[in-house]
Antibody, heavy 122, light 108 residues
């Protein structure tokens, strides 16, 4: 079955850029799914960051849109997140997740990666 | 964006009891595109319910979802020890998808 695995630096300096990758195994990133990033600050709730389709089409959370870029690499079967100008408020566990298309829109998040903790600190 | 409110914040119950969790949306959720997730400490969320009332693959039938419009409910008919966790609702009918703040179900 499809599995997702996040990877990337666990520590990022303030004002720097957070970069994470999600590797997709057991299935193709070019299937009829949207691929998302979701984050969770320590002890807090879940926040959707954005999503990408294998065609390269993206949607971002308006609250983060100016700082977020999500891209896809079909040759490596993975997608990536870049979040610029980070502050301590961006410290969180970052998850990648899959949603199947429901009629024409992304559905619920049915598969999640295990998550990776990113701390923003000097 | 649609704001989701969950109640209660914490639910203290004993194994075998029935749990009723509420999720209210600030505006109608399109086509009942409402999901419920379970999250245990140190783990990723797990999809329980989608489309307000459909169980995800492998989810026991003691979990059920209901509701439409702005009011949704997750019911756990008889709590098992492994059900004590935090539960989040999420709407995906309009962008951006949003999550509720969660309800913690703990052991009384």
């Amino acid at each position: 079955q499809v599995q997702l695995q996040e990877s990337g630096p666990g520590l990022v300096k303030p004002s720097g850029t957070l970069s994470l990758t999600c590797a997709v195994s057991g299935g193709s990133i070019s299937s009829s799914n949207w691929w998302s990033w979701v984050r969770q600050p320590p002890g807090k709730g879940l926040e959707w960051i954005g999503e990408i389709y294998h065609s390269g089409s993206t949607n971002y959370n308006p609250s983060l849109k100016s700082r977020v870029t999500i891209s896809v690499d079909k040759s490596k079967n993975q997608f990536s997140l870049k979040l610029s100008s980070v502050t301590a408020a961006d410290t969180a566990v970052y998850y990648c997740a899959r949603s199947e298309i429901v009629v024409v829109i992304p559905g619920a998040f049915d598969i999640w990666g295990q998550g990776t903790m990113v701390t923003v600190s000097s | 964006e649609i704001v989701l409110t969950q109640s209660p914040g914490t639910l203290s119950l004993s194994p075998g009891e029935r749990a009723t969790l509420s999720c209210r949306a600030s505006q109608s959720v399109s086509s009942s595109y409402l999901a419920w997730y379970q999250q245990k400490p140190g783990q990723a969320p797990r999809l329980l319910i989608y489309g307000a009332s459909s169980r995800a693959t492998g989810i026991p039938d003691r979990f059920s979802g209901s509701g439409s419009g702005t009011d949704f409910t997750l019911t756990i008919s008889r709590l098992e020890p492994e059900d004590f966790a935090v539960y989040y609702c999420q709407q995906y009918g309009s962008s951006p998808p949003t999550f509720g703040p969660g309800t913690k179900v703990d052991i009384k």
